[in-house]
């Protein structure tokens, strides 16, 4: 069993510019959620994708946004890059229908740098 | 909205003694609760969560759990710790009344174990 995968591992972006970041699901999961975890902090929930529609986000802007493709795997592409959206992006699968009490296992993250 | 805090940055055990992890909650429904642990340069792995029924929860490597409503509480506990156990932990809270799948984290408590 493949757990989640993300690429690229790390990203360096100058302010303005367009990110788009990989995610992988674990097999037979069909829920993706993405999260940011800047330094020293909990990770905040950006959204969550179930079978292709988002279901769900966080207090994020709309140049946070987000794809998830038939197979299951997700993007999350981010808009006008700013300094502050430096940290590491998670990305978590899960499996099932009501969310709310779902496990998520996480992948490894990509760490953006945005100088 | 839901809620959660970790009120100790970092917690120092010596190893083969029992460790506690607090945690406590707020939220408007129901609590389904999650620890997970992070390992450097890691994603986050699952412990073990909290939906309903028996209050103590037992999870991987041996770590558990106390489901506590009155104290709104969720502290993770291992009867003997162990060097391997240092790592970052995070407790995490979806609310049963929620509509958007947010699970908010806490800050995260830095587990140290001394040989």
């Known amino acids: 069993e493949t757990g989640v995968t993300q690429s690229p591992t790390h990203l360096i972006k100058t302010r303005g510019q367009q990110v788009t970041l990989r995610c992988s699901s674990q097999s037979g999961h069909n829920t993706v959620s993405w999260y940011q975890q800047a330094l020293g902090q909990g990770p905040q929930f950006i959204f969550q994708?179930?079978?292709?529609?988002?279901?769900g986000r966080g207090n994020f802007p709309p140049r946070f946004s987000g794809l998830q493709f038939p197979n299951y795997s997700s993007e999350l592409n981010v808009n006008a890059l700013e300094l502050d959206d430096s940290a590491l992006y998670l990305c978590?699968?899960?499996?099932?229908?009501?969310?709310?009490?779902?496990?998520?296992?996480f992948g490894p993250g990509t760490r953006l740098t945005v100088l | 909205a839901q809620s959660v805090a970790q009120p100790e940055d970092q917690v120092n055990v010596a190893e083969g003694n029992p460790l506690t992890v607090k945690c406590t909650y707020s939220v408007s429904g129901n609590p389904y609760l999650f620890w997970y642990v992070q390992y450097p340069n890691r994603g986050l792995q699952f412990l073990l969560k909290y939906i309903t029924g028996d209050n103590l929860v037992k999870g991987s490597y041996g770590f558990e759990a106390e489901f506590n409503k009155s104290q709104t509480s969720f502290h993770l506990k291992k009867p003997s710790a162990l060097v391997s156990d240092s790592a970052l932990y995070f407790c995490a809270v979806r609310d049963g009344l929620g509509n958007n799948n947010d699970m908010r984290f806490g800050a995260g408590t830095r587990l140290t174990v001394k040989p």
């Open positions: 978590a699968s899960s499996f099932g229908t009501s969310g709310l009490t779902d496990t998520q296992y």
């Open positions: 994708y179930y079978r292709e529609e988002e279901n």
